[in-house]
DNA sequence: GATGAATGAGCGTTCATTCAT
DNA sequence: GATGAATGAACGCTCATTCAT
């Protein structure tokens, strides 16, 4: 996409009912188009059409068109992040960690399989410098979650640095399940993915889990 | 006024020494741009603005804008393909494959902090569409590697499905070392984030490694 | 940057006011730089330059320059045809040939005289490849309508073979007074250029006019 | 074709057999491109590869890309006179004026049979404002020989305005050729056209003959 | 507020022409 | 003379953004 000619003041947040089903509309019309169509097909245009709404109004809630993606990537972290809680939550203390693993990586996976193109986009495009910042901020969301869940966990930990480890076996996770997202043909399927990468983890991360 | 005709072939191949002088010039100033700027910013113009020399010696070379990228990455593929070959021709069955492991990795590290903005750039323009088939093959070829290395250690693999095994622990080292790349001031230090990947994969890969 | 997408489909119909004001302007600036520099000189910016738009206006009617051509063309297509029409729909039977003949003749060299330089450019045009077609189709229009008057027509004919003869009469005439027009200064005036074509076609159709 | 940026000096004219042969050359790769390509593959470019020589070599012999345009015209000019001056030259005033005439149109047909693709390039490019006056300075002189030949012959001449009939019969012949010539199909074989075309001469022109 | 026609900077690309070798 | 790499003005076209209605 074209680097954009940066307007000058900050839009009104949305406080009527009406409003926020324009900017859901928006956002989801953009969903929409990225998973079906890609990035480049997403155009102010083309999102207003599928909305149903004016170019014009859809610069009322959003400022400029990067916002829109921004507000998408951000609900997107926010789904991930509710996911994750939503798992650790359920009185894993109580189980082996390999069972709590096995639901998070499941939700994951669910989550990317509802919407490929879009993750693949939000991916790609969260890579980008300009929306680097926000990235590491939901990284570190999730890595803290992952530090706390393994504290938590009566389970021996092998591993002396907890934010490198952390840091490794999230990344780790994140791309091979991307990975596999982006490949036309997946060799894999899901539940060998994920049982792979629940494997991977504990052998990383437990001792004597083997 | 003229209908457009999209060229299909490469142009012709530079073959006296000023041609090769322009050749180099479009593609270090692209890496320049790729490395400082990013991708958006490299622009034909701006390439053989950088470049010294003018767009039309910019198509003498380069049938579309995107063939100087793919060369670039071209490029980077093979240098990656040879520094792996290079590491396992290095009569690696008599040494233990903690040490073979631990000198990729250092390898690939340090051809990633050789120029970090290329890589990134590289790693986000790999996942587009247009270039995904690419990637897809320069996967399969260090696949292909990494699966012969594995049948050649003498060492117990712990995995049943070989092929799976690869592609977990190949997405799960590149994608930790570009996330390091990736975040500004990296919080772990390159010889402990080589460490634990090896770590990773030796434990994953390898019964009874501890 | 972007992978170029060809439009198929002609753009939004100007519904609005404002909306046929500005594809007036576009069309009337067309054929005002056809007419008084030719084709090379009608670019798309010079285009909307002299239309008083932007080249973006331009693109939201017309879905690529060569789509502003045709629309010209057709437009001219359909005024030639509808002025036969009128012409041979005036009672013709009642009248000898020779007087509605000379009433084509004569509407179709006021038609080329009220835009001289535009009716040049579409000759010249209409006999690119691009726009083989529809020329062709239109011809096949003016020879039906031909063919029908002949037959409709009391006078014997001379031509056994009258598709044929048709082409050439209407060839001729078109030619000729194509040909009048592209020459600078006409060494024949019009009145007198009618006479002879009328006396050329009559003489070749019908037998026995003399 | 893009307006060139026009030269301020003439080139040297070509003297020594090698240089007629590269004028030869360049010319003969033109006409073949032309014919088979048309236009738009003309580029100078295209013709100096074909031709075997650099574009260097080109711009030696010619000023401008339209210069090597404007040569053929000439040699297609001077050999379509010398067609005709052939044809009546041969004895034409002991025979009936219909045999001349046909002779005269079958040779321009086998002409025009030799290169279409050359000739419909030419015909429009003849047509464009540029070239309008070489194509009146060969108009006249082909109306010079049809009134010459028109004055020579014994036949009685219907038509008091020679000149205006000489242009009309002219016109008249050398569209509807090149109309056939542009239609993809033509519906009427050369023959007929011919026969048509040289009954609609005579009786146009010469009293009496039915 | 909502609309959508209008804007125009900027992109990728071409090719006639030049000139150092 | 010949070469062909280099030039760069100019083209068609897109789309984020604005603002009169």
New binding site residues.
């Given amino acids: 996409?074209?680097?954009?000619?940066?307007?000058?003041r900050a839009r009104?947040l949305?406080?009527?009912a009406?409003?926020q089903a324009?900017v859901g509309a928006i956002l989801d019309a953009t969903v929409q188009i990225l998973d079906r169509q890609g990035l480049?097909?997403?155009?102010?245009?083309?999102?207003?059409e599928v909305a149903?709404?004016?170019?014009?109004?859809?610069?009322?809630?959003?400022?400029?068109?990067?916002?829109i993606l921004n507000a998408l990537q951000e609900r997107e972290f926010e789904r991930a992040l509710e996911l994750m809680r939503a798992v650790l939550a359920r009185d894993h203390l109580a189980r082996h960690p390999r069972d709590t693993l096995t639901a998070v990586m499941q939700g994951l996976a669910s989550l990317y399989r509802s919407a490929p193109g879009l993750h693949r986009v939000l991916a790609i495009e969260g890579l980008r410098v300009a929306r680097a910042d926000r990235v590491h901020a939901f990284d570190a969301r999730v890595l803290a979650i992952i530090r706390q869940f393994l504290r938590a966990t009566g389970a021996p930990l092998r591993r002396p640095r907890l934010e490198a480890a952390a840091f490794v076996a999230y990344q780790s996770v994140r791309a091979t399940m991307l990975a596999r997202l982006l490949s036309g043909e997946p060799s894999l399927d899901e539940d060998s993915l994920v049982e792979e990468l629940v494997d991977l983890v504990l052998r990383y991360l437990i001792a004597g889990d083997a």
């Fill in positions: 996409m074209r680097s954009p000619r940066r307007p000058q009104k949305p406080r009527q009406r409003s324009t480049d097909a997403a155009t102010t245009t083309r999102i207003a149903g709404v004016s170019v014009g109004s859809l610069y009322q809630y959003f400022s400029h068109r990067d916002a």
